[in-house]
Structure formats: structure tokens, C-alpha cells
T-cell receptor, first 110, second 118 residues
Framework: QQPVQSPQAVILREGEDAVINCSSSKALYSVHWYRQKHGEAPVFLMILLKGGEQKGHEKISASFNEKKQQSSLYLTASQLSYSGTYFCGSREGGTYKYIFGTGTRLKVLA | DTEVTQTPKHLVMGMTNKKSLKCEQHMGHRAMYWYKQKAKKPPELMFVYSYEKLSINESVPSRFSPECPNSSLLNLHLHALQPEDSALYLC?????????????????FGSGTRLTVV
């Protein structure tokens, strides 16, 4: 069963902040975040390996709560280039089976 | 070279045709993947090769046949497809799973082949 993301879609103005949540019914051993622009390949943003870990990438950061089986992606001072669909994902423990979350479509307006 | 190259970028095929999708990487990754993505949906895992051996087949119909001739190449052979198989087919590669975890590496995706079955 794939991780569920919320919200499904969000529209922002440039400079606004957003949070995207990822929740799984299965244990999460690591969480990846990707961004996919229309017609392009998903691009790896970051991986969180341990419960409670937080990582940052430009103005995009993420946290991982292993106990709650949740991860959140934080986008601050959004830019037009942040528009796209964001996917979380996780590997089933010990395997190569990598499952994407349901996705969040984000649009940043000027 | 930090890319995964997929060819062709677009493919239109009839239901009786046989065609192949190709994927190539030169990053030394030993795991390669095929995903299928329908519009506005997340990519769905189809196959995983680890060290050139088929590791995972997600109950994919036999009209899709993967092949990994060497550590850099991954093919997907298509035969007798249905219109509902029309989708974006993505290839990805990664380090072996332990190194993904220990090194914090993710997966690198190709730009995909947009397949239309008529």
C-alpha cells in the first residue's frame, strides 16, 4: 500500500511557504522526496534515514518521524521553479521495492 | 556521467507490434528499475534488476519482458500490448541498497519513453 500525501494539491504565491505531508500504514525505514515537473523525470531531492532526522536542500527541508510513520517536506519562500508534483517514497525494509506516495501537485504563481 | 538515458523518447505502436525500450547508465549503479506512470499518478514499480539478475517482478503481464544484458543496460521488450498500456515508462538506477542507505543516495531517473498503443 502506497504512502498517502496531503494535501493533494496546493497553489501558492511566490514567497509563501508550504508543507507537504507523507503518511504510511507500513513501517518507514527511510523516506525519499522527489519533484517531477510536467513531462520530465522525477528528480531526487533528499533522503531521510533515521527517525527524527531533518535535512535541508536550498530552501526545502524535510523531517521524518519514524514512530508516527510520517514525513513532512517544508518549502519556504517558494519560487516559481518549485512548481511540480512532489512525491515521497519509501523502500520496503531490506528490499529494492521502492514505492512512491500518492503525490502533491504544487503550483507557484508570480 | 550522472544521467540515465532512455530511448526512444516517444513510441507509437500497434497492438500486434513488437518493440523495445532501452535504458543506459554509466554511474556504476548495480540496481536498475522499470516504472510505469499514468497521467497525474505516481510511478508504479514494474521490475527491479540487482546485479543483472531479476530481483522483483510486480506481477507484470508477460507482454512486458525485461532484460538486463550488462550492468549498464536495461531493456523492456513489448509485445501484443493493449491500449491501456499507454503510459510514460521510466527507467531508474541506484546504488546497491546498502549503499543507498549508508550514503544517503537516491534514485536517478531517465526522462522516460512516452508510449502510445493504438
Amino acid at each position: 500500500q502506497q504512502p498517502v500525501q496531503s494535501p493533494q494539491a496546493v497553489i501558492l504565491r511566490e514567497g509563501e511557504d508550504a508543507v507537504i505531508n507523507c503518511s504510511s500504514s507500513k513501517a518507514l525505514y527511510s523516506v525519499h522526496w522527489y519533484r517531477q515537473k510536467h513531462g520530465e523525470a522525477p528528480v531526487f531531492l533528499m533522503i531521510l534515514l533515521k527517525g527524527g532526522e531533518q535535512k535541508g536542500h536550498e530552501k526545502i527541508s524535510a523531517s521524518f518521524n519514524e514512530k508516527k510513520q510520517q514525513s513532512s517536506l517544508y518549502l519556504t519562500a517558494s519560487q516559481l521553479s518549485y512548481s511540480g508534483t512532489y512525491f515521497c517514497g519509501s523502500r520496503e525494509g531490506g528490499t529494492y521495492k521502492y514505492i512512491f506516495g500518492t503525490g502533491t501537485r504544487l503550483k507557484v504563481l508570480a | 556521467d550522472t544521467e540515465v538515458t532512455q530511448t526512444p523518447k516517444h513510441l507509437v505502436m500497434g497492438m500486434t507490434n513488437k518493440k523495445s525500450l532501452k535504458c543506459e547508465q554509466h554511474m556504476g549503479h548495480r540496481a536498475m528499475y522499470w516504472y510505469k506512470q499514468k497521467a497525474k499518478k505516481p510511478p508504479e514499480l514494474m521490475f527491479v534488476y540487482s546485479y543483472e539478475k531479476l530481483s522483483i517482478n510486480e506481477s507484470v503481464p508477460s507482454r512486458f519482458s525485461p532484460e538486463c544484458p550488462n550492468s549498464s543496460l536495461l531493456n523492456l521488450h513489448l509485445h501484443a500490448l493493449q491500449p491501456e498500456d499507454s503510459a510514460l515508462y521510466l527507467c531508474a538506477s541506484s546504488h546497491a541498497k546498502d549503499r543507498v542507505l549508508s550514503g544517503g543516495y537516491g534514485y536517478t531517473f531517465g526522462s522516460g519513453t512516452r508510449l502510445t498503443v493504438v
